[in-house]
Structure formats: C-alpha cells, structure tokens
C-alpha cells in the first residue's frame, strides 16, 4: 500500500475536517487577499493628506470585516448562500447572480489550495504544535503568493509577524533549533538585501522588492539556516526558468518586473513538506 494512502486511511477523521476547516479559511483568506492591498492603499493616501495637511479622499471604513462582501461590478450583496467554500462558484457557473460578471477562478482556486495544504500538513506532522504552526504559515503564504501575484506586493503586517512567530515555535525545537531559526532569519534577510543591492550597483536598478527580503527571513525563521540554499535555489531557478519561458513566448518582455514571492513561497512550501529534497536530487537517493 502507498505510504500516503495508509496515513490517510490511519487517520481519516483528521484529514477531513482539516479538508473542511481549509475551505472555510480558504474563504476568509481570498478576503485577505481582496481588501488587505486596497485598506493599505487607502491608509497611504490618509498618511500622505496628512502630511501634506489636506482632508483625505479616502473616506471609505474598510476592514477584513465590514462591510460585507459584494460583487466588486455592481455592488450587489453576496449572499451567504451564495459564499459557500468552492460550491457556490460551481453552482453559480462562475459569474454573479445579479450582473452576470465574470468572478474570479482565484476564489475557488484558494479555498481548494487551502484544503489540500492543510490535509498534507496534518499527514505530515499529525496532531501537534508543528501541525498549528505549518497551517498557519501555508496559509499566510497562499495570500502573499496572491497578494504578490496581482498587486506585486508583500505586506510588512503579514511578512513580519512571519518572523518572530517562526522564532517563538522554534523557541521548543518545533521545526528547528532556536540558534538555526535566529541564524536563518539574519542570513535570510541578508542574502536577498545583497543581491538587491549588487543588482542595482551594477546595473543601476532595482531587481526585487525589500518584502522578498522579508520573506526569506521568515522562511529562514521557520526552518533555520541549513534550509536556506534550498529554498533560494529553488526559487531562483523556477523563477529563471519561467521567466526566460514567458519572454520566449512573447507573454512578457524584458523590462516588465515579475514577483519573486511566488517563487520563494512555493520553495518553501516544498521545503515543509519535502525538507530533504535538494539532497536527494543531488545524490539521486
């Protein structure tokens, strides 16, 4: 029998609702995703009104939770009926009741992301501290991968926090030693912010964001410095591969900026789940 269908059969209670809790929270976070960027958005333009001493446009109260969601066309109010994790978007045909606009496949995409990530972190590490914490970082790199993706953007309020929690579960060993998690966030950090800076002193311009910089820290926070050459090579050549594919192909040119996020966020997430798999792609073992 296959390793993984013995370790679903052996607890399947726990991979269902795990599969259920992720749709829900799925939900919630294409929520994240949605509004996080436009609150920051409105937050800029009230801090520059108020520097320069004028009344702010952006008059809008928006928070994660009010006001309800609507249709982003026509402002029709999203029924709950019509918000059930990936079953309304199917019974719905992928359009709004009211103006039959398009809605995003994201939606569905990240709810049934959230879901698989969340049974394969509870295969991995079971019932336990290392369970709660990869849960949580699988899902705040689900809304920076989207996040990045749409807006190319990665918020301080998620990337920072990202650190110091990935330095408290590791205060007790979780992922790795304290001084592995400490050593990795500085190393993580630095990597990038000399890339970024050699970059720019060669060629005078910017090649990434200073929240991939973040990102990485946090990554090295969770999984400690050993886990660093893994996740930044694998990124780097994804990243590169991708990108030398797209402009082949016409899709992007040379001057469009593409997010590293994504790619950093998805080395991790195979660093989490297959921690050894630049050693076994080396040896072939």
Not at 169 to 183: G, W
Not at 220 to 249: D, E, K
């Amino acid at each position: 029998m296959d390793p993984l269908e013995e370790l679903i059969r052996a607890q399947p209670g726990l991979s269902i609702s795990l599969a259920v809790l992720g749709l829900v929270v799925g939900s919630f976070l294409n929520v994240v995703i949605y509004r996080l960027p436009k609150m920051m958005e409105a937050q800029w333009q009230r801090d520059y009104a108020e520097f320069i001493d004028e009344v702010s446009e952006a008059s809008e109260k928006l928070s994660l939770a009010f006001p309800g969601s609507r249709c982003p066309y026509c402002d029709a109010e999203i029924k709950p009926t019509q918000n059930i994790p990936v079953l309304s978007y199917l019974a719905l045909g992928g359009k709004c009741t009211a103006c039959k606009a398009p809605i995003s496949a994201r939606y569905p995409v990240v709810e049934a992301l959230t879901a698989l990530l969340w049974v394969l972190c509870g295969l991995q590490f079971g019932v336990s501290n290392a369970l709660a914490g990869a849960m949580l970082l699988t899902a705040v790199l689900v809304v920076l991968t989207a996040i990045d993706l749409h807006d190319q953007l990665l918020p301080d309020s998620l990337t920072l926090p990202l650190v110091w929690i990935g330095l408290l579960l590791n205060i007790d060993n979780t992922f790795v030693s304290l001084q592995s998690a400490v050593l990795g966030a500085v190393f993580g950090y630095l990597c990038l912010w000399s890339v970024f800076w050699l970059f720019k002193i060669v060629t005078g311009k910017e090649g990434m964001g200073h929240g991939d910089f973040k990102l990485l820290a946090a990554l090295g926070a969770w999984f400690g410095l050993a886990a660093l050459p893994t996740i930044v090579l694998l990124s780097s050549v994804v990243g590169a591969v991708l990108g030398v594919a797209l402009i082949v192909t016409g899709k992007q040119d040379r001057e469009t900026p593409m997010p590293f996020g994504p790619f950093l966020a998805g080395a991790g997430l195979i660093h989490l789940f297959y921690p050894n798999v630049l050693l076994t792609w080396v040896t072939g073992a």
